[in-house]
C-alpha cells in the first residue's frame, strides 16, 4: 500500500486562478508534497491587486459563528506565514495596530459596547484625551472623531505581498500557466481542464480560485452558487505638506468607513469599503473624500496622483466567502468580498485538510 506521501507527490493539482487565494492555496499544497500548476490569463489587474491589505481580524465584533472562526483562524496562521515570506523578503510584516473611527454617536456606542464586552487588553477604547485622537482630531480640524484601537490587527503592504508570493512559488518550482481555462470535466478519474487555445491539462483535483468567473466553470444549477461584484476603489493622494504632517497621524485607520493609509509626509492612501456600482466613478475624488461633515482644507486641495479599483466577488444569499468541497476532487475558493488577504491563511488551510482527507 502507498504511504500517503507518495500519493501527495503523484498527485496533480490545478489551481485556476493566481489572486491572493490561488497564490496560498498553491504554497499550502507544495509544502504537503503536491505537483501544483497555477493557471491565469492575467495575473495583475485582479482584485487581489488592488487591495490595501487591511488584515481586520480582531476588530470584528461578531464572535461566533463560521465568519468569525474563519477570522480566528487566519489571525493564528499570519504570524507562521510571515515567518516564512520574510526568507524571500525580510521586509514584509504586519504594520500594527489598526484604528477604527467615527464621528456617529450611536456607531461609537456600539464599538464601546464591544470593547467593554469582549475585555481583551489588546482591544481599547482611544481616550478623548489620547495622543492618538488629539492628532487625528487636529489634523481633521473637527472635536468629534471618536474610536478604538486593536493592536493585534494591521496592514501588509498587498503588493509586496504578492510579489513575495511570487518570488516564493518559483522557489518551489510551481508552474504557472499564462491562460484562460473555458472549460473543465471529468473523464476516467481525471479532470481535464480546456484553455483557450484550446489545450487541456490534466488533474487529479481542480480547486476554482478564479472569483467571479469560478461559476461559469461548474454546473451551476446542481451547486446554485451566486456571486456579484462589487466595485472596490482607492486614491492617492498629495497634500501640501505645510498644513499637516501626515506620518504624525496613526499608520492606518479607518473614519466612517473609509480607509486611510499615510504613506508619506505628504501622501496618503484612501480607500472606500463598501461600494454599491461596478463601474469606476468619475467623481471619485469628492466621493472618497467626503467621510466627515466639513472636510479639512489641506484634503479639499490635495491632488490625485494615483487611482485605482477592483472588482470583488460577493456571494449571493449566502455569507461570504464560499469555500466548499463540490465531491470528486473539485474545490472552490470564490466570493472573499471585502476579505481575501485577512482569510487567505484560514481558505489555505482548510484546502488542505479537505485534499488530504481525500487521498487517505
Ligand atoms: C480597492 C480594494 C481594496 C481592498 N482592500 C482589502 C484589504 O484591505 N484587506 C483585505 O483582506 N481585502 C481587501 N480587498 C479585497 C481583496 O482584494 C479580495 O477579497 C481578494 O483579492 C480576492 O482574491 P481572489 O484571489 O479570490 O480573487 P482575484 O484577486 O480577483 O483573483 C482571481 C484571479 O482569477 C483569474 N481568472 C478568472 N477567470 C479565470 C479563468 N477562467 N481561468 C484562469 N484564471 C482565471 C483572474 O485573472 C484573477 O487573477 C480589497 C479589494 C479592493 C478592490
Not at 472562526?69 to 515570506?85: A, C, M, T, Y
Not at 478564479?210 to 497634500?239: F, W, Y
Amino acid at each position: 500500500m502507498k504511504s500517503l506521501k507518495e500519493n501527495f507527490q503523484k498527485a496533480h493539482i490545478l489551481i485556476i486562478g493566481s489572486g491572493i487565494i490561488g497564490k496560498f492555496n498553491a504554497l499550502e499544497l507544495s509544502e504537503l508534497g503536491f505537483r501544483i500548476t497555477i493557471i491565469d490569463p492575467a495575473k495583475q489587474k485582479n482584485s487581489s491587486d488592488a487591495a490595501l491589505g487591511l488584515l481586520m481580524g480582531n476588530m470584528y465584533q461578531k464572535r461566533r459563528g463560521r465568519s468569525w472562526d474563519l477570522r480566528k483562524q487566519s489571525i493564528e496562521s499570519w504570524p507562521k506565514w510571515i515567518d516564512l515570506l520574510q526568507k524571500f523578503n525580510y521586509e514584509l510584516d504586519i504594520k500594527k495596530p489598526l484604528i477604527q473611527l467615527t464621528t456617529h454617536e450611536e456607531k461609537f456606542k456600539k464599538l464601546e459596547k464591544f470593547v467593554y464586552e469582549n475585555n481583551n487588553p489588546n482591544l481599547q477604547i482611544l481616550e478623548r484625551d489620547s495622543i492618538i485622537i488629539k492628532n487625528i482630531n487636529q489634523a481633521f480640524k473637527t472635536k468629534s472623531i471618536k474610536g478604538i484601537i486593536s493592536f493585534d490587527d494591521g496592514r501588509i503592504n498587498a503588493t509586496k505581498l504578492l510579489k513575495t508570493l511570487d518570488k516564493y512559488l518559483k522557489y518551489k518550482k510551481i508552474d504557472f500557466v499564462n491562460e484562460e481555462i473555458i472549460k473543465i470535466r471529468k473523464l476516467d478519474n481525471q479532470w481535464f481542464s480546456t484553455t483557450k487555445n484550446n489545450r487541456d491539462i490534466k488533474s487529479d483535483i481542480v480547486i476554482l480560485c478564479n472569483s467571479l468567473k469560478a461559476v461559469d466553470l461548474i454546473d451551476n444549477l446542481s451547486h446554485n452558487i451566486k456571486l456579484k461584484p462589487v466595485l472596490g476603489q482607492a486614491i492617492e493622494v498629495r497634500i501640501n505638506d505645510a498644513e499637516v504632517n501626515l506620518l504624525a497621524l496613526p499608520k492606518q485607520f479607518n473614519i466612517n468607513g473609509k480607509n486611510i493609509i499615510p504613506i508619506s509626509k505628504n501622501k496618503l492612501i484612501i480607500g472606500s469599503t463598501d461600494e454599491y456600482s461596478t463601474k469606476p466613478e468619475k467623481n471619485i475624488f469628492e466621493k472618497i473624500t467626503n467621510f466627515l461633515d466639513k472636510k479639512p482644507a489641506w484634503l479639499i486641495n490635495g491632488k490625485v496622483t494615483n487611482q485605482w479599483f477592483g472588482i470583488r466577488s460577493r456571494p449571493v444569499g449566502e455569507p461570504s466567502p464560499i469555500m466548499k468541497n463540490l465531491g470528486d476532487g473539485i474545490i472552490i475558493c470564490t466570493g472573499f468580498y471585502k476579505n481575501g488577504f485577512l482569510l487567505a491563511p484560514a481558505c489555505s488551510r482548510w484546502v488542505a485538510s479537505e485534499i488530504k482527507n481525500y487521498f487517505s
